[in-house]
T-cell receptor, first 111, second 114 residues
Framework: SQQGEEDPQALSIQEGENATMNCSYKTSINNLQWYRQNSGRGLVHLILIRSNEREKHSGRLRVTLDTSKKSSSLLITASRAADTASYFCATEYGANSKLTFGKGITLSVRP | GAGVSQSPSNKVTEKGKDVELRCDPISGHTALYWYRQRLGQGLEFLIYFQGNSAPDKSGLPSDRFSAERTGESVSTLTIQRTQQEDSAVYLC????????????FGEGSRLTVL
């Protein structure tokens, strides 16, 4: 199925370090989005990158998209304990603009 | 309202009972999505509405699941004859239009089938 797959499944880092999370997908997309989910809560949109874009920044977030490799990376710089959450990539494709999600990456930032 | 509202937030039911889950999207949002999230898992697409019509119902797991949307606003997800494997968090999201854009999620309805 058209689904982003995140890598790694879990990531544990020290506060202040950078966190890099990857997402791969299978077919052509309209855009790719990253979402964050705190435990027991809904998802919150972080950033959207369109298929004709290669890099995008938002605060401490940097997203890259390589359509030739069908992959994306989310970089969180200078991580904080409050960044602890699950992160999902979602790919939007097709005329109906269906957004499908990966299984997520669990990020733990140790104080 | 200010955000997507879902009710109930928690529902415990007995196997075989029917349940209805409600979603109030952000006012003016024409696109509405339902997803299912099992414990520790990713999001499983269920159904998508554009206005009151559902161009994509491909994710509904079985004919026990149905959804409707009225007035281009409230949506109801109905699960008939619930089974234990239906236990999950059901997330609703809305979007301003069907053209590419971010989704705004509710907090979800946690369903437990005993």
């Amino acid at each position: 199925s058209q689904q982003g797959e995140e890598d790694p499944q879990a990531l544990s880092i020290q506060e202040g370090e950078n966190a890099t999370m990857n997402c791969s997908y299978k077919t052509s997309i309209n855009n790719l989005q990253w979402y964050r989910q705190n435990s027991g809560r809904g998802l919150v949109h972080l950033i959207l990158i369109r298929s004709n874009e290669r890099e995008k920044h938002s605060g401490r977030l940097r997203v890259t998209l390589d359509t030739s490799k069908k992959s994306s990376s989310l970089l969180i710089t200078a991580s904080r304990a409050a960044d602890t959450a699950s992160y999902f990539c979602a790919t939007e494709y097709g005329a109906n603009s269906k957004l499908t999600f990966g299984k997520g990456i669990t990020l733990s930032v140790r104080p | 309202g200010a955000g997507v509202s879902q009710s109930p937030s928690n529902k415990v039911t007995e196997k075989g009972k029917d349940v209805e889950l409600r979603c109030d999207p952000i006012s003016g949002h024409t696109a509405l999505y339902w997803y299912r999230q099992r414990l520790g898992q990713g999001l499983e697409f269920l159904i998508y509405f554009q206005g009151n019509s559902a161009p994509d119902k491909s994710g509904l797991p079985s004919d026990r699941f149905s959804a409707e949307r009225t007035g281009e606003s409230v949506s109801t997800l109905t699960i008939q004859r619930t089974q234990q494997e239906d236990s999950a968090v059901y997330l609703c999201a809305s979007s301003p239009n069907r053209v590419t854009g971010e989704l705004f999620f509710g907090e979800g309805s946690r369903l437990t089938v005993l």
